[in-house]
């Protein structure tokens, strides 16, 4: 007797993105910028010193920009996965098709969450060899490319959860793809603005927790704190609070994407 499989949605959203050549062509491109980015870097870096040679140092250097790059990626690419996967279902008219049959709401949202995500887990496990580069020079331990890749999947989880939301209980995919935009704009650049002003405003106690809370929530920075001890111990002088930027970025983002799946999941039956 033949199992069913444990969630068809899912299943069919991976074939329907894998088996499209513009997938692994966009993979390639991807890659191909990236590795001219590095053989640039390479060229600039060893032209700028006296010995012509690459430096531990300069190796930490390129390791943060590539972060910086890919966290870039996830902000841009993420809600472009996800913001259409439910209004888009509803603009071609399927979505009834799809509640009349047997699978679930929480099947139905986490099939199209995962397998929109699945693209871009696959964009960052290409970027892998690409990352074994600075090992060869040193100034770089294999700690810190687990932890930013775990940061990656946890900022890819949440947003893509947003996404999703945002897709569930709108009706239109462009306003849902504005929405998710302007979600990712604001954790990446008004949260970094908030805690300038809190810290050049905010001579209170209260006032720097919270300039704290928006900084530990802005994803590069959080990113950059993992791998320089130095802009962690940074951010907890200026805010005079010690505690890791990373583990209220871990909670805050967790429950930002648990909190968006629960909703998505809860209203998807609701306003189809």
Aim: net charge positive; charged share 10%; proline share 3%.
């Amino acid at each position: 007797m033949n199992q069913k499989p444990f969630n068809p949605v899912l299943l069919k959203e991976l074939k329907l993105r894998f088996r499209n050549a513009k997938s692994f062509s966009s993979i390639a491109f991807y890659l191909i910028a990236l590795t001219l980015f590095i053989v640039a870097f390479f060229n600039l870096m060893t032209g700028y010193t006296a010995s012509g040679f690459f430096q531990p140092s300069e190796s930490f250097l390129l390791f943060a920009c590539l972060t910086v790059l890919q966290m870039g990626l996830i902000l841009f690419i993420a809600p472009a996965l996800t913001a259409g996967a439910i209004s888009t279902e509803r603009e071609k008219q399927t979505l009834n098709i799809l509640l009349t049959t047997t699978q679930t709401s929480a099947q139905i949202i986490i099939g199209k969450l995962m397998a929109s995500l699945a693209f871009l887990l696959v964009i960052l496990l290409a970027t892998l060899p690409l990352y074994s580069i600075v090992f060869l020079f040193g100034g770089v331990s294999p700690s810190m490319v687990v932890a930013v890749f775990l940061l990656f999947i946890l900022t890819v989880f949440a947003l893509g959860s947003v996404g999703i939301m945002f897709s569930t209980i709108t009706k239109k995919t462009i306003v849902s793809m504005i929405t998710t935009y302007g979600v990712a704009i604001f954790f990446a650049f008004f949260t970094f603005l908030f805690f300038l002003v809190g810290v050049v405003n905010g001579l209170e106690s209260g006032l720097l927790a919270i300039s704290y809370v928006w900084i530990s929530l802005n994803p590069f920075a959080v990113a950059l704190s993992v791998i320089s001890p130095d802009i962690a111990l940074g951010i907890s002088e200026t805010t005079k609070i010690e505690l890791s930027p990373v583990w209220i970025y871990v909670i805050g983002y967790s429950g930002i994407g648990l909190l968006s799946l629960a909703i998505a999941i809860k209203k998807l039956r609701a306003t189809h």
